[in-house]
């Protein structure tokens, strides 16, 4: 089963900052298409940003662009989401999500292999 491993959650106030990791302990994260999505309690799951696997082509929800970023690094297996700006409104689970090699698309079908998630919680 491949799984990728979210971390780098926490409890942050408003204004702050956090920077998610994703890493894939048992493939290839590199070869893949990654995703962020985050839900919250009583929400429908929605997409953040995305990437492709070369890290050349990056997506953004309208309520991420311009305060997150999302960005990998191949030599480390890793991907990273790094929110900026955080509002009590981005208090969610994130989930970090693989997918085939393709255009980044914060559509959930496209992601063929899920984490944990990680909790983010922003204080008000």
């Known amino acids: 089963q491949l799984q990728p491993v979210e971390s780098g959650g926490g409890l942050v106030q408003t204004g702050g900052s956090l920077r998610l990791s994703c890493v894939a302990s048992?493939?290839?994260?590199?070869?893949?298409?990654v995703g962020w999505f985050r839900q919250a309690p009583g929400k429908e799951r929605e997409g953040v940003s995305s990437?492709?696997?070369?890290?050349?082509?990056?997506y953004y929800a309208d309520s991420a662009a311009g305060r997150f970023t999302i960005s990998r690094d191949n030599a480390k297996n890793t991907v990273y989401l790094q929110m900026n700006s955080l509002k009590p409104e981005d208090t969610a689970i994130y989930y970090c999500?693989?997918?085939?090699?393709?255009?980044?698309?914060?559509?959930?079908?496209?992601?063929?292999?899920w984490g944990q998630g990680t909790q983010v919680t922003v204080s008000s």
């Open positions: 990437i492709s696997s070369s890290g050349d082509s990056t």
């Open positions: 999500a693989a997918g085939s090699a393709g255009a980044p698309s914060l559509r959930a079908p496209r992601y063929d292999w």
């Open positions: 048992r493939f290839t994260l590199n070869y893949y298409v």
